[in-house]
């Protein structure tokens, strides 16, 4: 990917790649050499090695798909390359490869110049860095309370018309 392309579309709503398993729809948060950082909804902070994205899509119509608002004192980590990323994420429960038979979730234990650690269960994984396509760790943005007390109440606001409903069905038989 152009890092020239990818710079125009910090702050927007993209998909990354068409579909599969390591295809998410996000906020561009910022573009370095040879890796993105995207928040998702779902995933929190995901940060993409370049080289193995295929596309990256923009929805003109609808430009607030996720809604995503970042607070003011959001932090995330941020390096000048890929393995600086990696280095800061040592010892942290990360997620990598999200999806696919490749997803690999644990806690990087070592990073080095051709290859990373992680203990994951009871097995300690090598992975080679040029086969790392994307990797998360657990910074995900907190959904209001007042978010959570809507839904909680729309959800039994839902609830309790389905009883009025059913109740009203076995009166009328």
């Not at 990323?85 to 010892?91: D, E, F, I, P, Y």
């Not at 086969?131 to 943005?141: D, F, P, T």
């Amino acid at each position: 990917m152009n890092k020239k392309m990818l710079l125009s579309l910090i702050d927007k709503e993209v998909k990354v790649d068409r579909g599969g398993p390591e295809s998410r729809v996000g906020k561009l948060l910022s573009v370095q050499e040879d890796h993105f950082t995207l928040l998702t909804a779902d995933d929190g902070v995901i940060y993409y090695n370049t080289q193995h994205i295929k596309s990256l899509t923009i929805n003109t119509k609808n430009q607030a798909q996720l809604g995503i608002e970042i607070p003011r004192k959001f932090e995330y980590i941020t390096a000048d390359d890929f393995k600086g990323v990696l280095g800061k994420l040592a010892l942290r429960w990360v997620k990598i490869n999200r999806g696919g038979p490749e997803t690999l979730e644990g806690v990087m234990d070592y990073v080095d110049d051709d290859y990373i650690t992680i203990v994951s269960n009871e097995e300690i994984v090598r992975i080679s860095l040029f086969h790392i396509r994307n990797i998360s760790y657990g910074v995900k943005l907190e959904v209001p309370k007042d978010a959570n007390a809507k839904a909680n109440a729309n959800a039994s606001a839902n609830n309790q018309a389905k009883e009025k409903s059913s109740n009203s069905k076995k009166d009328s038989e």
